[in-house]
């Protein structure tokens, strides 16, 4: 995987590949950007888990961001932390990544299946058996979207 920091204005505050997914696993969202045809910009909230150079997340069957990654798949997706607000200082102590990749809709039950259980593990403390059930219940009407990932960037004024 690249990584991508030819435009990083401060070389000091570049992160390694290591630090940027454990900053991507501490973050309790990101944000989706996707543009369609006509290049209309457009970023969504997402609760995103990573496994090995894949993000997944979950979302409705219909909708703007999955008309445009059909028009379009090449996507941004942006994690953020802040850590203080250092006011003394005049600045905001943060990490974040920005990660590129192509999404693609999952269509493939075994594949939409284990992304679904990833997401449960992730934001609940639930059992696999309770986590499954829901899934099963919610299954049909639940969209599940990869992203694979082309580069990750990080930096952090920590």
Do not use: W
């Amino acid at each position: 995987m690249s990584t991508k920091n030819t435009h990083l204005r401060r070389k000091d505050r570049l992160r390694t590949e290591t630090e940027a997914r454990d900053i991507i696993n501490g973050c309790d969202f990101a944000v989706l950007s996707t543009a369609d045809n006509d290049n209309m910009p457009y970023g969504v909230p997402v609760s995103v888990v990573l496994e090995e150079n894949r993000l997944y997340f979950h979302c409705a069957k219909a909708g703007r961001k999955l008309e445009n990654i059909q028009q379009n798949p090449n996507v941004c997706v942006t994690f953020a932390q802040v850590r203080l607000i250092d006011g003394e200082n005049f600045t905001t102590r943060y990490e974040s990544v920005i990660a590129e990749g192509t999404a693609a809709i999952v269509e493939e039950e075994t594949e939409k299946c284990h992304a679904l259980q990833l997401i449960c593990r992730r934001y609940t403390q639930h059992s696999d058996e309770e986590i499954d059930a829901y899934i099963q219940r919610y299954f049909a009407q639940t969209g599940v979207v990869r992203v694979d990932l082309e580069s990750i960037s990080a930096k952090a004024n920590i």
